[in-house]
């Protein structure tokens, strides 16, 4: 069998780092074809990002190629492929020809990898002037045809507006245009969507499927997510600690992994339900709630003698969790989910006409919103939080046993001798090692470190937990765990959760009910498995169809997408927002709210 | 010549004799009348070739016509100094802006000078004559005329007293204590153009010298131009523009500030020094031209002064140096000492200038003034004590201090009359000037000081520790050094020192209010004391006496201010003085005079370290008549003043 | 914007008030002041026209009345004895030691400082600029360690003993003139090109000397800056275009690193000042910095106090200059101005 | 598929990985379990000061400067010990002495030096010194000369570690003007020179600490006049502050009371940039997770800043600290010249360049400026210290 000689042929790539040499990238090997699209999976530290940047030649400082071959054969003129040349061994000045041209990278992070001083239109254009002859008015030209093509609504004003200007999801369109700008024949996408919310990242997803489509170039795809593989990919390499554990097209790999760690990765990644059998339809034994929870902030004066402006995160919001319940908080970022859980901790305070309550294990009820002093810390006891980022959550200069028996010395319980049993003891139920507890925060990963978090927060045996995003940062297999071990311990200890997630499948599996939210309301509410099973909001179905799952049969549903996900003024009648004006929640089945009229 | 060398700086007893008859009646015109017989033997004056353009424009009328009639004939011979050739630039220095005024002081064009014996000698003025000393009548020169070329007259003698000194806007206290005898103002009379007549009631015997110091009290002014500024001569009207134009609120104002002949920082206002400056004041450098009607001529009838520019630029003391030794200087003493001589030596060659030694002329170079007038009641009756003042000067090694400072050159001395001074005396420099620690401390414990604490420190009776805290104004680096040995002796008999440099101004104002300890300064300014100079370093009559600021007040502001002497020395003194301005002849001066040291070397009210010390002058190779030695002090001498710089000259 | 420089304006003058004030009480604070110091000295001396001058002035100028109503008058806030005439009306004020219009004494001496202070900016940025960027971009190579160490000598020596060894060794190996910043020849010549290459030639040690320790520390915040500019992912980006390492630098992280570089235009300010006091007056040059001195000493304090305010005032515009610079080079930092 | 049964091929299976159609599984082992319990990065598994320290090491540069100083400011108390002569101790014939040459292991002493014969050259106007090269005569180690002096504060002794031979003297830097020995007086110099930015950064750490922490957080209100006020103190010329207020130093005051109030001053004038760093550090702590997890457990206010807040900035103004030592150092020298800081008899580097600074030390006696070289080392010394520790401060990486 004759076979055409491919994109790119990588094969043994070794990359070594600082002065001992530690490999983490080792023997590292695939091929690409023209027009198709190579997932690189594996969890941070795998190795897949230096791979994608060792084939440009844009390691980090103290990084170095030991070893490889990248056979890349350029699309010629007429779409014929050149003779196949080697990456690694290219002359920078060469390489830099390559580099931006016919092989363009686009990066996780766009506010961060796009220039803040510069002009989308400068850093888009930039790449046509380094690698084509177009020229000031034809470069703009240009580029304001990519823009176009990569859905801006207004490509003029992407031209002259700056990266902060544009939101998460045009960043990245901004981004994809500049790789897009000189026609590429390989993309190296490192994770483009990881850092947006999940509709706009099914939005994203499927522009650079079309844009593939349309030109025909091909695409290496880092990714740890399986569900965006499944939506995107020809084939898979697996990557683990520098490795490939296994490779192949990915219906195999996604329908039939034979490698411990693909499945693992494939069990993990989150799915959206089967659906369950009804659950209770409203709490019955009330732990906490609130009631008309509102927040306003007033934003800095604009000019002498005009108001501020004042902004609303959190507009009467009203939340129940029942004892022993989770209670899950969906939406995306800014829609106020944090604020509601720091109005109900009483981090922040609430406007004036909230109401807050707490109902303890002994039956008497609190008035949070009102409590102070001794009042106040009892209230902390029972109710203790985790925390989104691992690495901010522990104080580095705490080792762990201090991190643990901290709140048992605060409130003064127990000998020294008794706090660090109960250490050791909290250790053992997150699943680390009580050998471990005179180490230090920064010595663990972080998926150990969300785990001592969730310990420390334990300590006081609290009753109620407010995990806020406890897993976004993590890789989804170590998310998966955590969400385990959370599970596990609301059974044992009979825990009550308000779990903030951005994720809608994220909470399938844990939440009892569900409360999604968007621009400070909550627009759809109701026990997990009816939600899932019967979104009834555009938003919530948006939500669910945008969710990419590791199913090669399951594609995104783009038009689900773009019905709910756009801003609540284009929402279909009866949604729609009219300016500041929303329609109420209505009860549409007992315990199931909707925020629609009529 | 020769006698320079032999004695530089000794007025000779034979000259001041002969000066005693002078001042004494009517010789000192003779003296000056000898002059324009010179005059006569001397060929016709000669144009400067400077002034030659202007001349033959006619922008300028000749030499002979802007000489006086009776010009001052400079004997050059008799100082044996060479005849000079007109022309050249004598480039200075000075540290701040406002020091243009040492022009003045250089040029030291007086109404009558002290020759290079220390002689009065008559020089604006043709003559003067004096009767029991108390009437004076001052010649003019015919002819003689201000910068300008407008005629300086007696108008401008009577311009200064009746407009200036007695207008109560301009003078609201009233004229100068030295024109007032007990209080009453002479009466002056013009006698013609060129002559007028100062009479007081009684003898005035420092009016005289008064007008040879470096900074004489100027009582002429040039009439004719600052009348124009006078509400007596000029309507409102014509002096409101020029009050807008100066920025000056009222007449008197602008009056005052464009008529002061010493700051010499008002290009318009004539003069009749040498050298006229060109700049307005607060200049970053000073270009003086010569004064094509100044009054003296040498024999050939060359007008001096020989040079015929002076460039002083503005320079920070620091870098001053450093400058000298680029060759940016031709002529230099202020602002050197004698820790810079090794520099000074070492550019010699780059810097195309020698570096000449002559001496201080100060009574003493370093002294330390216990102020009898201090406000702490304890410290001040200790400070009134001679015996505390004699434990705290014998408890000084001045040996060492001369040897550390000065190698050896200067002279280990009380505060007390130079040797080159008639009144000088051996005993009264040696009182109490020995080192000796022991006698030192045998007095102080006889003063009741004998509680000491940890260090040593005595103690005073009310317990606190004997601390002397001496300031200065900081400006000369030799002081810090000597207060650090002083500190060093004070303290093995258990006195503690401690130094403060302070600003010039602020110094003067702390001792003046009685807020200084003891202050640190020079002993005496004038260090060659002969009968005829006012004994006002040495009696209380002098604010600025550091030993006793407020007596001073007393006695200058009549009594309006300060304290009267209120020990037996200090009446003593003031005594004396009063007796010194009443004496009507020599030898009861010069008793007076020498009571008065006396009583200083007893009671040392200065405590003076050192005196004669070296001071380096700067001149350039090309630079003659500049003396090899010579003595370097400000009353009398008007530092290079004396020293006629107006006689230098280029040689080719 | 608009709103943004009208609303730092605004703080900035209400800062220079306080500051006025601060200013006032400071120059006041030793005991006495010149004229009475000088009435006093005058009064016995007996040079009577001085003293009808200094009690005139001290009734002109309000000095007989309490330091409160002084203050007001001064400024121009409150009517003195010839109706409003402050510094808001332009009146400086009369230098008593120096007896002239405050403004006729500082007139030069202010510009001479303005263009002193600025050209040792120049240097500072001519000279931190490249070495700073090869620094950071060749970090911890022998051109870094060479560069942190001349930064490092630079702010090790103290100025005025610099100023003295580059003076005198100036002066004797390159024949560059010793103190001042013209030629007294060309001091009052017209400005030729002549004067300009004198001006040029004198300055060269003076700025050397006020500008070697803010320049090295210029070096060090910008190879700080830049290093962790460097260290951002857009850098890869730029790389990533295909862009060459020097223009990508240049273009992007050097760019980013100048942010606060040309911020510290209003840090270096005042540093800059009050070490060009020092250095002016051991090199003699005629700017403020010596004749502030004096006036402090002296008590003269209508010259030490405008002078005072006005290097007050040099180094707040300095910081609104940065301020100012720091939002026209920064569009995150302009269009927050412009949105909040 | 088939192609997977080759894994255990090894050229077979790399050939798999190659083929984008072949179905390849590595022969890795995957044990899920093992990740949780073991530790990722065990190469930062310590404490935090440990960390610092680990990471300071590796900066030479650093560690000498840190070892240089150490050694500098414990040999302070022992000055007296080190220093052959008493600062004050004066020599007539040694009046300005240039450095004397020392020779090692000659004539079987350990080091021996000649007597100098002075005499002033009243050409030049210096003193010319010619040591009498037949007389070499031994320098005396462990030897008593000189004055009596207390060795911290307990024992009196004049037992020092190296003396002057009998009969000759021993300038190794020379002497100055009035023949003191500048070795010995840079030593004793060193007492006020490097307490003085000590000190002074105590007093503007203290009055940074609080108004920068007051600010930081409470903010708002306090905030503002915080700010306000930094700006002015900034916005203010050192130099008139300096005058007035060393005008307000008594006269009478003891050297060590001056000295003490100049380094007030010198902090006084120094906390701005402190308060600054503080502010801003506590307002970027205030928002980090674990200050808020803490305040939700209801920690107090003091326990969250005395064991939260603090420990995580202390390090950042240390370093900060450390860099600002220097410009007390070089305040000092320039209050000295100004004639505002210390005054003789103190000694300190600022007070003997002051003494220096003509001409004349330049071209003639260069050695009178010998005391730079200790100013600009332990000036560099502080900045490669603090440099160093800045660098060692964020250790995570």
């Given at each position: ?108 992070e ?8 510069h ?39 992407a ?51 079309t ?46 992994p ?10 993990a990644?989150p ?14 034994d ?48 800014g ?16 406007d ?29 006891r ?125 909470v ?21 498995a ?69 | 010549?020769t ?127 004096v ?10 020169r ?73 900074r ?68 970053d ?7 094509p ?95 505390f ?21 200067a ?6 009359a ?74 093995e ?155 230098f000259?280029?040689?080719? | ?36 110091n ?27 009345q ?64 490249p ?60 400005l ?43 850098v ?62 002296s ?15 040099l ?26 | ?7 255990t ?42 960390l ?11 560690v ?19 220093a052959?002569?008493?600062p004050?101790?004066?020599?007539p ?5 240039p450095?004397q ?26 003193p ?23 060795l ?101 005051w ?15 004038l ?95 006696y ?15 010394a ?16």
């Open positions: 069998m004759v076979k055409a000689t491919p994109l790119l042929a990588l094969e043994g790539l070794t990359i070594g780092f600082g002065d001992a040499r530690l490999r983490v990238v080792e023997d590292v090997g695939f091929t690409l074809r023209h027009g198709e699209t190579l997932a690189l999976v594996g969890e941070s530290g795998s190795g897949k990002t230096l791979t994608g940047k060792a084939l440009i030649g844009i390691l980090p400082r103290g990084a170095s190629v030991l070893g490889g071959r990248a056979m890349f054969a350029a699309r010629g003129a007429g779409g014929l492929p050149e003779a196949p040349r080697d990456l690694l061994a290219m002359r920078p000045a060469e390489l830099r020809r390559i580099r931006g041209g016919r092989i363009a990278m686009i990066f996780q766009p506010m961060s990898s796009l220039s803040p001083l002009t989308i239109g400068d850093q888009v254009s930039e790449s046509l002037r380094l690698h084509t002859e177009l020229r000031n008015d034809a470069a703009r030209m240009r580029c304001l045809e990519v823009f176009e093509q990569v859905g801006f609504p207004d490509p003029e004003r031209w002259s507006a700056y990266p902060f200007e544009l939101s998460g999801g045009l960043r990245q369109r901004a981004m994809i245009a500049m790789a897009m700008a000189c026609e590429p024949d390989l993309v190296i996408a490192d994770e483009p969507t990881t850092a947006l919310d999940v509709t706009t990242q099914a939005q994203v997803l499927d522009l650079i499927r844009l593939q489509h349309d030109t025909g170039m091909s695409m290496i795809l880092i990714t740890h997510d399986l569900g965006v593989v499944a939506n995107m990919a020809d084939s898979v390499t697996v990557m683990r600690k520098g490795k490939v554990v296994e490779s192949g097209p990915c219906e195999t790999i996604l329908t039939d034979r490698h411990g760690y693909t499945r693992a990765l494939i069990v990644a799915h959206v339900p089967a659906p369950r059998p009804e659950a209770s339809a409203a709490p019955a009330p732990i906490f709630w609130a009631r008309n929870l509102s927040k306003t902030y007033r934003g800095r004066r604009r000019g002498i003698g005009a108001p501020p402006p004042v902004i609303r995160a959190v507009q009467d919001v009203s939340l129940t969790i029942g004892r022993g319940e989770t209670l899950a908080l969906v939406g995306e970022s829609s106020g989910k944090t604020t509601v859980a720091k109005l109900m901790l009483r981090a922040e305070d609430p004036p006409g909230a109401e807050i309550g707490f109902r303890g294990a002994d039956g008497r009820e609190l008035d949070v919103a009102a409590l102070d002093g001794a009042e106040l810390r009892d209230f902390r029972r109710v203790q939080i985790v925390f989104q980022d691992p690495y901010s959550a522990l104080s580095p200069r705490m080792s762990v046993l201090d991190i643990l028996t901290e709140p048992l010395e605060i409130h003064g319980i127990g000998t020294r001798e008794e706090r660090r049993a109960h250490a050791a003891e909290l250790m053992r139920k997150v699943g680390l090692s009580p050998e471990h507890l005179r180490r230090f925060p920064h010595a663990f990963s972080g998926g150990q470190r969300q785990r001592i978090s969730i310990a420390r927060a334990l300590a006081l045996q609290p009753e109620l937990l407010v995990c806020d995003e406890p897993t976004s940062a993590l890789d989804v297999s170590v998310q998966a765990q955590v969400l385990d071990l959370l599970r596990q311990l609301r059974d044992e200890m009979g825990l009550s959760y308000l779990f903030i997630s951005h994720d809608l499948t994220v399938a599996d844990l939440a009892d009910r569900v409360a999604v939210m968007r621009r400070g309301r909550v627009v759809e509410e109701g026990p997990a009816a939600v899932f099973a019967d979104p009834r909001h555009p938003y919530t179905k948006a939500l669910i169809a945008a969710s990419p799952t590791p199913d090669p049969g399951r594609r995104l549903d783009l038009a689900a997408v773009a019905r709910g996900a756009g801003d609540p003024e284009t929402w279909p009648e009866p949604f729609r927002y009219e300016g500041d004006r929303a329609p109420p929640l209505r009860e549409v089945e007992p315990g199931r709210q909707v925020r629609c009229a009529a | 010549m006698r320079n060398r032999e004695n530089p700086s000794a007025p000779r007893a034979r000259g001041l004799s002969r000066r005693q008859t002078l001042a004494a009646g009517a010789a000192l015109a003779a003296a000056a009348g000898a002059l324009p017989r010179i005059l006569r033997a001397a060929p016709a004056p000669v144009e400067p070739p400077f002034l030659a353009a202007r001349v033959a424009s006619g922008a300028l009328p000749p030499v002979a016509a802007r000489l006086p009639e009776e010009p001052l004939v400079v004997d050059l011979a008799a100082k044996g100094r060479a005849f000079g050739r007109h022309g050249g630039t004598l480039r200075t220095l000075f540290s701040r802006a406002r020091d243009i005024r040492y022009m003045v002081v250089y040029g030291y064009a007086r109404l009558v000078g002290w020759d290079h014996e220390y002689n009065l000698r008559p020089d604006i003025l043709r003559e003067v004559e009767e029991d000393e108390r009437v004076f009548t001052l010649h003019l015919k002819g003689h005329k201000w910068s300008d070329g407008h005629p300086f007259t007696t108008e401008d003698f009577r311009y200064w007293w009746e407009d200036v000194a007695n207008n109560p806007h301009l003078s609201p206290s009233g004229p100068l204590e030295l024109m007032l005898v007990d209080g009453a103002p002479p009466q002056v009379t013009v006698l013609s153009e060129t002559a007028i007549r100062y009479e007081w009631r009684a003898p005035n015997p420092r009016f005289l010298p008064a007008l040879a110091q470096a004489p009290p100027f009582i002429y002014r040039p009439a004719h131009y600052l009348k124009r500024y006078h509400a007596d001569y000029v309507a409102p009207e014509q002096l409101a523009p020029l009050l807008r134009e100066y920025r000056t609120r009222n007449w008197a104002q602008l009056h005052n500030r464009l008529d002061d002949m010493y700051k010499f920082d008002n290009p318009a206002l004539p003069t009749l020094q040498p050298w006229v400056n060109t700049m307005e004041r607060n200049s450098r000073y270009v003086l031209e010569r004064n009607y100044f009054h003296r001529v040498d024999a050939h009838g060359l007008q001096l002064p020989y040079v015929d520019r002076v460039d002083a630029g503005i320079a920070a003391a620091g870098l001053i140096p450093s400058k000298i030794t680029l060759g940016e200087a031709d002529l230099q003493a202020r602002t050197l000492s004698f820790s810079d001589a090794p520099v000074l030596k070492k550019g010699e060659r780059t810097g195309g200038y020698r570096t000449l030694i002559w001496r201080s002329g100060a009574a003493s170079e370093i002294a330390l003034h216990p102020n009898l007038n201090y406000e702490d009641p304890a410290f001040r009756a200790l400070l009134r004590d001679v015996r003042r004699r434990a705290l000067s014998l408890a000084i090694d001045r040996r060492t201090i001369n040897r550390s400072l000065y190698f050896g050159l002279r280990e001395a009380a505060t007390s130079l040797p080159a001074s008639p009144f000088y005396d051996e005993a009264h420099a040696r009182a109490f000037a020995q080192y000796d620690p022991a006698a030192a401390s045998a007095l102080l414990d006889e003063l009741g000081l004998d509680r000491r604490d940890g260090d040593g420190t005595r103690l005073l009776p009310d317990g606190r520790r004997l601390e002397i805290v001496v300031e200065s104004a900081g400006e000369r680096p030799v002081e810090a050094d000597a207060m650090e040995l002083v500190a060093e002796t004070w303290r008999v258990g006195v503690r020192l401690i130094y403060r440099p302070l600003d010039r101004d602020i110094l003067r104002n702390a001792a003046y209010q009685g807020r200084s300890m003891m202050p640190l300064w020079y002993g005496w300014n004038n260090g060659l004391p002969n009968p005829d100079t006012p004994p006002t370093d040495v009696a209380p009559v002098d604010q600025a006496n550091f030993c006793w600021p407020m007596w001073g007040q007393h006695f200058q502001t009549r009594g309006r201010s300060g304290q009267a002497p209120d020990t037996p020395e200090g009446q003593r003194l003031l005594e004396l003085f009063k007796e010194w301005n009443r004496a009507a002849d020599r030898d009861a001066r010069a008793r007076v005079w020498r009571e008065m040291l006396d009583i200083h070397a007893r009671n040392v009210f200065s405590i003076g370290i050192v005196n004669m010390a070296p001071q380096p002058v700067i001149a350039n190779t090309r630079l003659r008549n500049v003396p090899a030695e010579g003595i370097y002090a400000w009353d009398p001498g008007a530092q290079l003043g004396v020293h006629r710089i107006d006689e000259f280029y040689e080719p | 914007m608009l709103e943004y420089v009208l609303r730092r304006l605004w703080h900035m003058v209400w800062t220079l008030l306080l500051v006025s004030v601060l200013i006032f009480w400071v120059v006041n604070l030793p005991p006495g002041d010149y004229l009475s000088q009435i006093a000295q005058l009064r016995a001396s007996g040079e009577a026209s001085s003293i009808a001058k200094a009690e005139f002035l001290m009734r002109q100028y309000g000095l007989d309490p330091l409160w109503k002084q203050y007001l008058i001064w400024m121009g806030f409150w009517p003195g004895p010839n109706g409003f005439s402050g510094i808001l009306q332009g009146d400086l004020g009369w230098s008593f030691e120096l007896d002239a219009p405050v403004a006729d004494i500082v007139g030069e001496a202010l510009w001479m400082t303005i263009s002193l202070n600025l050209f040792a900016i120049l240097f500072v940025y001519l000279v931190a600029l070495l700073g960027t090869v620094a950071a971009v060749k970090a911890n190579s022998a051109i870094d360690y060479i560069a942190t160490f001349i930064g490092y000598i630079g702010l090790a020596t103290p100025n005025f003993l610099l100023a003295l060894i580059l003076y005198h060794k100036g002066a004797h190996w390159l024949g560059l003139p010793v103190g001042g910043l013209v030629s007294k020849e060309l001091a009052d010549a017209p030729t090109f002549e004067k300009i290459r004198d001006i040029a030639t004198h300055m060269i040690v003076p700025i050397i000397v006020i500008g070697t320790s803010g320049m090295a520390a210029m070096v060090r915040r910008l190879r700080a800056n830049l290093l962790d500019e460097l260290a951002k992912p857009y890869v980006t730029a790389y990533a275009k295909g862009l060459r390492p020097a223009a990508a630098i240049v273009k992007y992280p050097l760019r980013m690193a100048l942010n606060p570089f040309v911020a510290d235009i209003g840090n270096m300010l005042p540093s800059l000042v009050s070490g060009s006091v020092l250095v002016s007056l051991v090199m003699g040059l005629q700017t403020i910095g010596p004749i502030l001195l004096g006036a402090l000493r008590q003269d304090y209508f010259l030490s106090g405008f002078i005072l305010l006005f290097i007050s005032a180094t707040l515009v300095g910081m609104l200059i940065s301020d100012l610079l720091l939002a026209a080079l920064d569009p995150r930092i302009r269009f927050s101005g412009r949105n909040a | 598929m088939t192609r997977a049964d080759k894994a091929d090894p050229d077979a299976a790399r050939e798999a990985m190659l083929d984008p159609d072949a179905h390849y599984v590595s022969a890795e082992p995957y044990d899920p379990a093992a990740d949780v319990q073991a530790l990722e990065r065990s190469d930062l598994d310590a404490s935090t000061a440990a610092i320290w680990r990471r300071f090491r590796r900066r030479r540069l650093a000498i400067s840190g070892i240089y100083l150490l050694a500098i400011y414990l040999a302070l108390p022992f000055v007296d010990f080190l052959p002569y008493d004050a101790q004066r020599n014939d040694a009046i300005f002495a450095p040459a020392v020779e090692f292991f000659k004539d079987g002493h350990l080091a021996v030096t000649y007597p100098m014969r002075s005499e002033i050259d009243m050409n030049t106007f210096q010319v010194f010619t040591p009498d090269l037949d007389d070499p005569r031994p320098v005396r180690f462990l030897a008593r000369c000189g004055p009596v002096y207390t911290l504060g307990l024992v009196e002794t004049n037992m020092r570690l190296f003396c002057p031979p009998e009969g000759a003297d021993l300038h190794l830097l020379g002497a100055d003007r009035l023949g003191r020995d500048i070795h010995s007086r840079i030593m004793h110099g060193a007492r006020l020179s490097l307490t003085v930015g000590l000190i002074g950064v105590v007093i503007s750490f203290a009055i940074g600490m609080t108004l920068g922490g007051l600010a930081g957080y409470f903010g708002g209100w306090t905030d503002a006049a915080v700010q306000r006020s930094i700006e002015i103190i900034r916005s203010l010329p050192e130099l008139p502050i300096w005058l007035a207020l060393s005008a307000a130093i008594p006269a009478n003891g050297p060590v009371s001056v000295f003490f109030m100049i380094s007030v001053i010198l902090g006084l120094d906390w701005p940039g402190l308060a600054r760093a503080v502010r801003s550090k506590f307002l970027s702590l205030r928002e980090e997770d674990y200050v808020r997890a803490a305040e939700l457990m209801g920690a107090p206010t003091r326990r969250i800043i005395m064991s939260h807040m603090m420990p995580n900035f202390m390090s950042h103004l240390v370093a900060s600290a450390t860099l600002s030592i220097p410009s007390m150092i070089l305040g000092e020298t320039a209050l000295s010249l100004l004639g505002l800081g210390l005054r003789p008899p103190a000694v300190s580097w600022g007070l003997m360049l002051n003494d220096a600074l003509d001409l004349t030390a330049v071209e003639i260069p050695w009178l400026l010998a005391p730079m070289v200790p100013v600009m080392m332990v000036v560099l502080f900045n490669f210290l603090g440099d160093g520790l800045r660098d060692a401060l964020d250790p995570y990486s």
